[in-house]
């Protein structure tokens, strides 16, 4: 019976962040729009995106091979399957025992690695340039995240996100230095790795420093359509991870009953709706770097993840 | 009798490389030869899991009456033997297939296919040796063959070199181990293994055996100093050569060191650990890092080995500090780490380099900059490389990652470790550890993505053909092992349940009972991986999206010239290379590094010559070590070249004085 409440909760999850992804991009962008004294597209327009490019041909480059084609489908797949793995509104999700934290960085890094390959399929300058530097960028940011699952795990005594989600809801953990560094590492490295502005500029992909844009400059129709909602996924799931790890306050303890579930995902959409405001405000209140400023700022945040994980290891007894 | 069994297929294979002498000449003599090893590899390797599934610490001895008169050669399968003798004939087995296709394209067969049954023999015997000489007799052995076939094309540029240095670092690592061996042995002179354990040394004499043993063995293995020789001579050797080198040789070396560490040294020592896993994780980051650095194909994966080594040090580095502190099923578990990744890794990076070989066949080529766009012209080559890529690049749900991933939560264990040093070092392996994993996906996505994607940089490229039927079935094989283990690595983990409970003294919980066949490396609350829901649920999702696209969205799909931004009709030359792939990791790391420099020449306008660059790489570790050694023994020997042209008087001068300091030195003695 509980297995298959826990199905159902993770059935729910799969279709929920799927349906929430396109809308919370949306937002973010509608946000930063209103900062900048816009009205900004409605907030229904990723979906509306989606829908078109899906009725679009796919106009595919002689040269692409079968890598091209299937890229999309398997980053989709990925993108989901690791956001399906984080906690929103409840935890006792069943994929979490099918992988843990380290194995959720390493189906991002499979999705990335598909997705730089496609880059190169083509043979274009556009996609080798957006290639490489997606490679540099994740180089230094998987590390830097790692660091910072290093220091959760070790304070949860856990790599289930699950598990880490209910620790830190339960007991008293307190305000500790190293959750404080793994939470600014966090940031950055979500910022990094969702293309978000000190690093990538989203809205275009005709500047000098582009690089997913730039990786994805081939794609048409419905293939674009799937690594657009990748990722809105992949947006959806950092904001998920840091809501649901520094900010458990709300989610649902696997077992609690629909009323707790419900009350869950209320506090969830809250949550998202914070994050999406303070995303919006951030990138509007700051420039884009050059891309090789974008080393120091992520070799930063390895640092402090680092120094996260040392504190731990010195400071516990066990 | 299963050791017996086994000496007589290295039996078998030391008489098919006598008969391959006088056979070399025929025109089917590489299938004649090929397949007889292949057969002889595909029993042994069954005899060896045989062995391992058997388990037990003692799987048979035997003393034969060859080699030293008051010794006799020692021979003996345990679980750890019975382990490695599985990498070294699954890799053999595969490298045999391989070259019955390969090998038919070989232009000189006479100086392959003798030494080639040697090499697989010399390797066994290593591993089956029992005591000092037998091993280091074996071990020589091993490096003289492999040294013959690498010098194989010894008119290539480049190679004689690669096999010079080769020589010097394998008699280096010798003399290492040779003295290491002394120490263990004692005054008294007690050669077999059987009684080096019975009288484990003292605490200093041990460390000194760790240091030589890890200078000896190390050398052979890659590890940081010693990996010079390492990208030089794999990729000189035929390929199916290269990947036995690379891809099982190197684990010979870890098995000696295991060997020598765990099983003949007693007690270890929590220093000792430190030691391990510090050098590997410094063997794991310079090794990728070279990698990325290097353009030619074989010679990247050759890199690329380095790094897998420091990968599999680290597991063991970490297994000796928990073992040191009496952490058993934490040693366990970072031994079952490094002791699978030494699997995994001998699995894919046999399959890269069979594939780095069925390009060299079908285009001659191994400079990546010239190929592209193989995968229209080999489509089967490139899904093999692509999954040993993945697998390598330790993606889920291959079994790159798994392995990794336990390392990863060894690591996680260890702020048990009561030193303060391993307290500060741990997390900065760890941190090592994660940037190796990333900068080898880097480093996969350049060797995939410049040498099969894109569109061809040259002719040769341009008119590639898929290579043979065998060795295409090899690389299948190997890849569908990749993923076989990566989604069932339960039962690999229980396999090795008998090897790390004879040298850690316990074992990772059992694993092949579980629901769903997850794997729970230390208790279900903690962390659990399960590759194969997880491919399922992957493949659910993928198909799930694909069938709902094709149901509701277009279908249509239209081919055209690639957008590009509008720009019209490129040449290939405008397409990113693999210079310009790993530009921004060179600009980032190399500038230390290498001290990588880049000049460029734009000659001034209405000049037509081309533009030039240049980037210069250094192997710091090169300058810091190798070359002043060549240096004091460039001097030494000037010095001494004077000996050389001496008087008769002075000579007869010279021999007295040496007759009389040798004279004095005994008395002094007595």
Redesign the interface.
């Known amino acids: 019976m509980a297995i298959a409440l826990n199905l159902l909760v993770q059935f729910a999850q799969m279709v929920l962040v799927l349906a929430l992804a396109p809308l919370f991009a949306g937002f973010v962008r509608k946000t930063k729009a209103h900062l900048l004294r816009r009205q900004g597209p409605p907030l229904i327009q990723p979906y509306r995106e989606v829908l078109r490019l899906?009725?679009?041909?796919?106009?595919?480059?002689?040269?692409a091979?079968?890598?091209f084609r299937v890229a999309p489908?398997?980053v989709?797949?990925?993108t989901?399957?690791a956001a399906a793995l984080v906690p929103t509104f409840a935890t006792g999700l069943v994929?979490s025992?099918?992988?843990?934290v380290?194995?959720l960085v390493?189906?991002l890094?499979?999705a990335?690695?598909m997705l730089?390959?496609a880059g190169?399929?083509?043979?274009?300058?556009?996609?080798?340039?957006g290639?490489?530097?997606e490679?540099?960028i994740?180089?230094?940011?998987?590390?830097a995240m790692?660091?910072v699952v290093?220091t959760l795990?070790?304070l949860a005594?856990?790599?289930?996100l699950s598990?880490i989600a209910e620790f830190m809801q339960a007991s008293d953990v307190g305000l500790r230095f190293s959750l404080a560094l793994a939470l600014i590492g966090l940031i950055m490295v979500a910022i990094a790795e969702n293309a978000r502005i000190p690093i990538d500029n989203p809205a275009t992909h005709?500047e000098l420093t582009m690089v997913h844009e730039a990786m994805i400059?081939?794609y048409?129709?419905?293939h674009l359509?799937?690594i657009e909602v990748a990722a809105f996924l992949k947006l959806l799931l950092y904001v998920s991870v840091i809501a649901c790890v520094f900010f458990p306050w709300g989610i649902a303890v696997s077992g609690q009953g629909p009323v707790a579930y419900l009350a869950g995902a209320g506090v969830y959409l809250l949550k998202l709706a914070a994050g999406g405001l303070l995303l919006a405000v951030f990138e509007t209140a700051i420039a884009k770097m050059r891309?090789?400023r974008v080393?120091d700022f992520l070799g930063a945040a390895?640092m402090l993840?680092?120094l996260a994980?040392?504190l731990?290891?010195?400071t516990?007894a066990? | 009798m299963a050791l017996t069994g086994l000496l007589w297929c290295v039996g078998a294979l030391l008489a098919v490389s006598v008969a391959a002498i006088p056979v070399a000449r025929l025109r089917s003599a590489s299938t004649l030869v090929y397949g007889a090893t292949l057969s002889v590899s595909a029993l042994a390797l069954a005899i060896a899991i045989a062995c391992l599934l058997a388990g037990g610490p003692l799987l048979g001895a035997l003393t034969l009456p060859v080699g030293l008169p008051w010794l006799g050669a020692h021979f003996r399968v345990d679980a750890l033997a019975a382990f490695f003798l599985i990498v070294v004939n699954l890799g053999a087995a595969g490298a045999s297939l391989y070259g019955i296709g390969y090998g038919r394209h070989e232009e000189a067969p006479g100086r392959v296919l003798p030494f080639f049954p040697a090499f697989l023999a010399g390797m066994n015997l290593v591993v089956l040796a029992d005591d000092a000489f037998t091993f280091l007799f074996t071990w020589e052995f091993m490096s003289l063959a492999s040294w013959a076939l690498v010098m194989s094309h010894h008119r290539r540029p480049g190679n004689a070199a690669a096999g010079y240095l080769y020589l010097i670092m394998a008699s280096f690592g010798t003399l290492a181990l040779l003295l290491a061996f002394g120490l263990l042995a004692g005054p008294a002179g007690g050669y077999a293994f059987e009684a080096i354990r019975a009288a484990p040394p003292a605490a200093g004499v041990a460390a000194a055996v760790l240091v030589l043993a890890l200078i000896g063995a190390g050398s052979k293995a890659g590890l940081v100093p010693l990996h010079v020789w390492l990208p030089l001579a794999h990729p000189a050797a035929p390929s199916h050569v290269s990947a036995l080198m690379s891809g099982v040789m190197t684990k010979v070396a870890v098995y000696g060191v295991v060997r020598i560490v765990f099983d003949l040294l007693g007690v270890p020592t929590w220093w000792a650990g430190a030691l391990v896993a510090l050098l590997g994780g410094v063997t794991a980051v310079m090794g990728v890092l070279h990698a990325l650095m290097e353009h030619d194909l074989k010679r990247l994966l050759a890199y690329h080995t380095v790094e897998n080594i420091g990968i599999i040090f680290i597991g063991l580095g970490l297994a000796l500090a928990f073992a040191a502190n009496g952490m058993r099923p934490a040693a366990a578990l970072a031994l079952t780490a490094a002791l699978f990744h030494v699997f995994n890794h001998s699995v894919f990076k046999s399959l890269l380099f069979f594939g780095s070989g069925a390009v060299l066949t079908s285009t001659g080529l191994r400079d990546m900059e010239q190929l592209?766009?193989l995968?229209?012209r080999m489509?089967l080559t490139a899904f093999a490389f692509?999954v040993g890529s993945?697998a390598i690049?330790?993606?889920?749900p291959f079994n790159g990652?798994v392995s990794e991933?336990l390392t990863?939560?060894a690591?996680?264990v260890?702020?048990?470790l009561p030193q303060?040093l391993l307290?500060?070092l741990?997390?900065?392996i760890?941190?090592l550890l994660?940037?190796s994993?990333?900068?080898a996906?880097?480093c996969?996505?350049?060797a995939?993505?410049?040498t099969f994607?894109?569109?061809p940089r040259s002719d040769a490229a341009r008119s590639a053909r898929e290579v043979d039927r065998w060795s295409v079935a090899t690389m299948f094989v190997l890849a569908a092992v990749c993923l076989v283990a990566g989604i069932l690595p339960g039962y690999f983990i229980d396999a090795l349940a008998p090897v790390t409970r004879s040298l850690a003294g316990a074992r990772m919980p059992p694993q092949g009972a579980l629901d769903?066949l997850?794997i729970v490396p230390v208790a279900?609350?903690?962390?659990?991986?399960?590759g194969l829901?997880?491919f399922l649920?992957?493949?659910f999702?993928?198909g799930l999206?694909?069938e709902a696209?094709h149901r509701?969205?277009?279908g249509?799909?239209?081919?055209?010239?690639?957008?590009?931004?509008g720009?019209p009709d490129?040449s290939?030359a405008?397409?990113?290379t693999a210079g310009?792939?790993?530009?921004?990791?060179r600009?980032?790391f190399g500038s230390v590094v290498f001290r990588a420099r880049e000049e460029v020449h734009i000659p001034p306008p209405g000049d037509l010559r081309a533009a030039e660059m240049h980037v210069r790489l250094r192997d710091v570790l090169w300058d810091a070590f190798y070359v002043p050694i060549t240096r004091v023994v460039g001097y030494v020997a000037d010095r001494f070249n004077k000996v050389q042209f001496l008087s008769i008087r002075a000579y007869l001068t010279l021999v007295f004085g040496a007759l009389v300091a040798l004279l004095m030195v005994l008395a002094v003695w007595q």
Not at chain 2, 393 to 396: D, R, V
Not at chain 2, 524 to 530: A, G, P, T
Not at chain 2, 556 to 565: E, Y
């Open positions: 899906l009725r679009k041909d796919v106009v595919l480059a002689d040269s091979s079968w890598v489908y398997l989709f797949a990925t989901w399957v994929f025992y099918a992988a843990d380290i194995a390493a189906l890094g499979s990335r690695f730089a390959l190169l399929d083509v043979g274009t300058s556009f996609g080798g340039i290639s490489s530097r490679m540099l994740a180089s230094l940011a998987e590390p790692l660091m290093f795990s070790l005594g856990s790599t289930q598990s005709l400059l081939e048409s129709g419905r359509a799937l891309v090789f080393p390895l993840g680092f994980t040392l731990l290891f010195v516990m066990r | 592209g766009g995968i229209h489509p692509l993945a690049s330790a993606l889920p990652f991933w990863f939560q690591i996680l260890s702020p048990a303060w307290k500060f741990v997390p900065a760890g941190a994660a940037l994993a990333a900068l996906a880097a996969f996505v350049k995939f993505g410049v994607l894109g569109r769903w997850t279900q609350s903690r962390s659990s991986y399960n829901l997880l649920i992957i493949a999702a993928a999206g694909a696209i509701w969205a277009s249509a799909l239209r081919r055209s010239a690639a957008w590009d931004c720009f490129a290939p405008t397409q990113y310009s792939f790993s530009q921004p990791i600009r980032v």
